[in-house]
């Protein structure tokens, strides 16, 4: 059974920081890709950026050059440095990862962005 538990969520103010972490149950080297989405309020959920086993990743415009995704194989997870941070950041954040067809969810993290 796959299992995502995502960390690092909270407050902060608008210019800030926060590093979101995912951990993955089994080696992240097994998943086909693995990547963070966002839901604000009201909103539908959007992706945030994705890895790939191979490496590509891609990022939605909105947070380009602002956040970053890596793996961390040491600790089976997949951080999200974010930077800059907007009130237009604000959502709950999911980890998701695909396997085998199937995408798998964590429970989210809030991240609220205040200005």
């Known amino acids: 059974q796959v299992q995502l538990v995502e960390s690092g969520g909270g407050l902060v103010q608008a210019g800030g920081s926060l590093r979101l972490s995912c951990a993955a149950s089994g080696s992240i080297y097994s998943y086909d890709r693995m990547g963070w989405y966002r839901q604000a309020p009201g909103k539908q959920r959007e992706l945030v950026a994705h890895?790939?086993?191979?490496?590509?990743?891609n990022y939605a415009d909105s947070v380009k050059g602002r956040f970053t995704i890596s793996r961390d194989y040491n600790t089976n997870s997949i951080l999200l440095q974010m930077t800059i941070l907007k009130p237009e950041d604000t959502a709950i954040y999911y980890c998701?990862?695909?396997?085998?067809?199937?995408?798998?969810w964590g429970q989210g993290t809030q991240v609220t962005v205040s200005s």
């Open positions: 890895v790939v086993r191979g490496g590509y990743v």
């Open positions: 998701t990862a695909h396997l085998n067809g199937v995408d798998y």
